[in-house]
């Protein structure tokens, strides 16, 4: 090999690493797919002010769960922001609601059990079942924050802060209260070895990490 077969070589063999490289850490975090472009196409498609932070707070919530689960937080955390990706343009077609989000995350590479998540949250309008844990964690924690926003409004001064897991829980009893919040959903979390109140506490923690995101 004379020098110049020699450069031409190493600039190949640099090139293929880079690759593996970059292979190797989508592997290591799992997402499949790079976090700029997972968060262009969150931007570009979730446009409404309270469905964003619907979802920064379900992203807040599903990475303490993994956190507490030893499960892979990067991972949870972007299945809880990505997982209403098609909620503006599926509104009408609950039928719909999670299948054109994957159809968006498959064309990015994003992993098979993200994208199950997001159909499974939607699972009673698409006929599926809920089987992994990221499964049932993204459904029980989409389900709470509605109930955990709620809970602030109703306070004279609509903070989060003041708000304690013992009203939170009160509330879930209270059918009237907060009517479009499934109470059975949020029930999901024994699936994940979490009681209720755990999983109240869990969450409220989560999202009073981030009340100024959430203007609450
Ligand atoms: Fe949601």
Redesign the pocket.
Known sequence: MNFLEKGVFLRKLKTSWKGRVEVANEKINGLGAHEEALYRLFEEKVTVDNLRK?CLA?KAIMEKLAERLGENKLVWGWAGLL??LDFEETKDAPQRHGLVSARWLENLGVNEALISAVKA?NAESLGLQRVSPLDFALSCS?SITGLIVAAALVRPDKRLAGVEPKSVRKRMKEKAFARNVNRDLIMLCEHLGLSLDEFISLSLEAMKEISAELEL
């Open positions: 619907h379900t997982h209403d949250h989409e």
